[in-house]
C-alpha cells in the first residue's frame, strides 16, 4: 500500500471546519483513499472513503486533487467529540489486504 | 451497520498467566479478521491476519507461540496472550473486512502485574 504524510496535530475551533490533509504521493491507479479516526482508548471508525471523485456522507467530505496525490477531510461543524486521531489510508477496495495504520493527524477541538 | 464486538473492554492478569480476547462479527461473516495491538501514544500496529478455518499469518516480529489465534468459525476470532508478562500489557483491538473497507472492535485494554 502507498504510504501517506500527515501533519502530526491540528487544533480547530468548536462550530468551524476541520480540515485535515493527507499527501499520498505515491498512490496507485487502483488504491482508494480511507479516512478512519480513533478516539481514545476505542477502536478506530471507518469515516469515508473514496477513489478520484469528492465524497460526501454524514460524517464529512472528502476532497481528492485531480492528481490523487493528496486529499482533505473536511469535518464541516466541528464539535468537540470530533477530538481524535485522524487515519489518512490508502489500499484497493474489495481486498482482504492488511490495513497498515501510518501515525495520523491528532485534531483538537477547542471550545 | 456491520458491528464487531470485542470482549473484555479491560482484563488484569497476573504475570504467566494467559488471556483470551474474542472478538465477534455480530450481523455478518467474517471470513478475515485482523489483531492489532497499540502501545501508548503509538499507532496501531498490525499483529497477525486470521482466516477462518486455516493458521493465521503473523507479522514479523510477533511470536505465534505467544500470541495464539484461532477463527473456528465465520463470526468468531480469538487471541489467546499465552504467559504474558508486563511488557505485554497493551491496547488490543481486532477489526474484520467489509465491502467498504473495515470495522473494528472496541479494543481490550490488558494490564499484566
Known amino acids: 500500500d502507498a504510504k501517506t504524510t500527515q501533519p502530526p496535530s491540528m487544533d480547530c475551533a468548536e462550530g468551524r471546519a476541520a480540515n485535515l490533509p493527507c499527501n499520498h504521493s505515491?498512490?496507485?491507479?487502483?488504491?482508494?483513499v480511507y479516512w478512519y479516526r480513533q478516539i481514545h482508548s476505542q477502536g478506530p471508525q471507518y469515516i469515508i472513503h473514496?477513489?478520484?471523485n469528492n465524497e460526501t456522507n454524514e460524517m464529512a467530505s472528502l476532497i481528492i486533487t485531480e492528481d490523487r496525490k493528496s486529499s482533505t477531510l473536511i469535518l464541516p461543524h466541528a464539535t468537540l467529540r470530533d477530538t481524535a486521531v485522524y487515519y489518512c489510508?490508502?489500499?484497493?477496495?474489495?481486498?482482504?489486504?492488511?490495513?497498515?495504520f501510518g501515525k495520523g493527524t491528532l485534531l483538537t477541538v477547542n471550545p | 451497520g456491520a458491528v464487531v464486538s470485542q470482549h473484555p473492554s479491560r482484563v488484569i492478569c497476573k504475570s504467566g498467566t494467559s488471556v483470551k480476547i474474542e472478538c465477534r462479527s455480530l450481523?455478518?461473516?467474517?471470513?478475515?479478521m485482523f489483531w492489532y495491538r497499540q502501545f501508548p501514544k503509538q499507532s496501531l500496529m498490525l499483529m497477525a491476519t486470521?482466516?477462518?478455518?486455516?493458521?493465521?499469518?503473523?507479522e514479523q516480529g510477533v511470536e505465534k507461540d505467544k500470541f495464539l489465534i484461532n477463527h473456528a468459525s465465520l463470526t468468531l476470532s480469538t487471541l489467546t496472550v499465552t504467559s504474558a508478562h508486563p511488557e505485554d500489557s497493551s491496547f488490543y483491538i481486532c477489526?474484520?473486512?467489509?465491502?467498504?473497507?473495515?470495522?473494528f472492535g472496541s479494543g481490550t485494554r490488558l494490564t499484566v502485574v
Open positions: 473514496g477513489l478520484k
Open positions: 505515491t498512490i496507485s491507479g487502483n488504491e482508494y
Open positions: 489510508i490508502v489500499r484497493v477496495e474489495g481486498s482482504n489486504y492488511k490495513l497498515t
Open positions: 450481523d455478518f461473516q467474517a471470513t478475515t
Open positions: 477489526s474484520a473486512t467489509m465491502s467498504y473497507g473495515y470495522t
Open positions: 486470521s482466516n477462518e478455518g486455516s493458521k493465521a499469518t503473523y
